[in-house]
């Protein structure tokens, strides 16, 4: 703060100055307040940069003449970063971190747009080669370089030890409030950040901290400032407190009740799970009756140990009938969560020839053994040779089963019951419930399955993205398809699929992004 002190008063007279001539130029209104531009003069000359500067205001930007308090982008043109950051010191302007300093092509796209576009990494001016950053004293230089954070997340590897969770606790109830107002931009907008930050080496104490990283637009740097300054963020509290998100939140977290059930539940007046319960006229779906039967069961996490009782299970029945068949336990567990809202499996059989029948023979045994409490059995939609799906958050066509299995929990020692209590053993519930997912694969297409099932849900979104938008190719859980080429690329393992896209191999405990 002292810092600030000795240059104020030449950010004043500079700003009056600036002010004035400013209003020497036809005064146009400000669309865009957030952001107030300066623009070097230097390699560009005067005339270029009086141009540009009246073109942006015109399109309804601000730009200040003089190096003001209130600038928050300066704009250079074939000036490298150490070249910026030398005419900024000569300037003493104080700290000069609180600026964006952006090359003429991000100006230029914001022209084009007609609005200010997002200082990405590829308009950001950056130290290269792991510079000294703005300010920071020789000893303070940090080995990690922002700028080589990719804003794919299949970049970046990312482990269960996050250093920020109380900025992406924040920024993902925000993206979950978006989520249930279907604003899915903003909702992945924030769900991006956060993955970013999950993959930090360190935690984030100061604005600086997160200069020239990707996905840190302004909507989330609002947030991120405010944990930073205040321990936790104002918006995301009120989201926390908010009738509608409470509500959608409870309501989502029963079996088989999505966003838009929840839409018509509250509007229909339904605000908790009790309340949607005691309502007898309402038509659930038998997945919902599950749903609500085993609430606490599922509601309740499943541990690791119990993934791991759960899966001896599924392994010994599918082997049952399928003695050579490969069980593999996907999503969280795989990327090392010690728990988990539900367990997913993958079934294969390396043999020749397919086994149509399997998921229906595992389940009716399940029936006959008393351990199936619900199931729902999707058969394969998939069309041979299909192209690989666009969608984003597609669902697969494998053939699955969105179960409920009773896993027995050990015995209750009966003789630390007091007899006068009368407690029917009977009645002494030793199970709990567990939902389980099965998706059955054709051989060939295993890798891709695992690939996809594995998750995180947000890295497999940005495997889909980098196919698409890096490499031409199209990614979903079945196949890659390369556009240029025309052909789909085979692969036996998720090392192939990640050669194929000119991926460094991330293992499925880094890719918790
Ligand atoms: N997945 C998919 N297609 C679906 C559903 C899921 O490709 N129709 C992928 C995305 C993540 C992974 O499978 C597992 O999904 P979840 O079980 O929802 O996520 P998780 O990471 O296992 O998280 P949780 O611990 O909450 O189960
Ligand atoms: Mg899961």
Known sequence: MDRMKAPAASYQRKRQKGMNSQSLSCSYEVKFNKLVIFIMQRKMGMTRRTFLMELARRKGFR??????????????????????????????????????LLDISWFTACMEAGRPVDAE???????????????????EVPLFNASKVSQYSC?????LNNYNKKFTDALEIMAENYEFKENEIFCLEFLRTASVLKFLPFPVTRMKDIQGLPCMGDRVRDVIEEVIEEGESSRAEEVLNDERYKSFKQFTSVFGVGVKTSEKWYRMGLRTVEEVKADKTLKLSKMQKAGFLYYEDLVSCVSKAEADAVSLIVKNTVCTFLPDALVTITGGFRRGKKIGHDIDFLITNPGPGEDDELLHKVVDLWKKQDLLLYCDIIESTFVKEQLPSRKVDAMDNFQK?????????PKVDKSSYNTSEKIDMAEVKDWKAIRVDLVITPFEQYAYALLGWTGSRQFGRDLRRYATHERKMILDNHALYDRRKRIFLKAGSEEEIFAHLGLDYVEPWERNA
């Open 121 to 139: 990494t590829k308009y950001r001016l950056m130290e290269k080669d792991r510079a000294p950053p703005l300010n920071t004293p020789e000893s």
């Open 401 to 409: 089963c969105f179960a409920i299995l009773k896993l027995y929990q």
């Open 155 to 159: 970049q970046r590897k990312t482990t």
């Open 63 to 100: 730009v200040e003449s003089e190096l003001s308090e209130s600038v928050t982008h300066i704009v250079a043109e074939n000036n490298s970063y150490p070249e910026v950051l030398d005419w900024l010191r000569g300037q003493s302007v104080g700290d000069i971190s609180r600026f964006e």
